[in-house]
């Protein structure tokens, strides 16, 4: 069965300052990886996404992540935050199963922007 | 194009009380989910819909059931009500079954149990 673990439970950062939220999953075969944002009171928001190819994909708002199969990781980075990017962020991993398919989600990472 | 819509957003309920949930999927999209969210077990995976069918199956007791209509449109019902069914009720739709489809979430039903 897949995991997926999120070490950092609370992380705050100033505005402007680079970000690094981590990832780690467990799965057999080729995992597919989202990373989603939830602002308070809402639904869950697609960042990124990686399926296959190249390591490094681009997201929306400015959010990359780096995929390394050797370390099972897929790091959520951005250069430069703004307060508006305060919320929760949630990594997951998707896998192909015979009766259907699930996502199994990590605890979530929340993210204070100090100004 | 619109998203993926919930009703009703907020639900309060009583111990013992069954609920029903509603989600419209995205016009085109033919596979539902559904996730409950709490504080103290995260996000966890309830069941997927796919052409009406039930495809995969969640952790959770019987008590929890779902359905799909020929329209894509899904309800997930809550029979005998605990007060740890409190949560905040995910539902996210995908063009199709796999994990390699995108599911994208609704806002949610939050529901409060008393």
């Known amino acids: 069965a897949q995991s997926v673990t999120q070490p950092d439970i609370h992380i705050t950062v100033s505005e402007g300052a680079s970000l690094e939220l981590r990832c780690n999953y467990s799965y057999g075969a080729t995992p597919y990886l989202f990373w989603y944002v939830q602002s308070p009171g809402q639904g869950l928001q697609l960042l990124l996404k990686?399926?296959?190819?190249?390591?490094l994909v681009q997201g929306i708002k400015g959010f990359e992540a780096e995929f390394k199969r050797s370390q099972s990781s897929f790091n959520l980075r951005k250069p430069s935050v703004h307060w508006s990017d305060a919320a929760e962020y949630f990594c997951a991993v998707g896998a192909r199963e015979t009766s259907g398919s699930r996502l199994t989600f990590g605890e979530g990472t929340q993210l204070t922007v100090n100004p | 194009k619109a998203g993926v819509t919930q009703t009703p957003r907020y639900l309060i309920k009583t111990r013992g009380q069954q609920v029903t949930l509603s989600c419209s999927p995205i016009?085109?999209?033919?596979?539902v989910s559904w996730y409950q969210q709490t504080p103290g077990q995260g996000l966890q995976f309830l069941f997927e819909y796919f052409s009406e069918t039930q495809r995969n199956k969640g952790n959770f007791p019987g008590r929890f059931s779902g359905r799909q209509f020929s329209n894509s449109r899904s309800e997930m019902n809550v029979s005998t009500l605990e007060l740890g069914d409190s949560a905040l009720y995910l539902c996210a739709s995908s063009l199709g079954p796999g994990g390699r489809e995108t599911q994208y979430f609704g806002p949610g039903t939050r529901l409060l149990v008393l």
């Open positions: 016009s085109g999209h033919r596979s």
């Open positions: 990686y399926f296959s190819g190249d390591t």
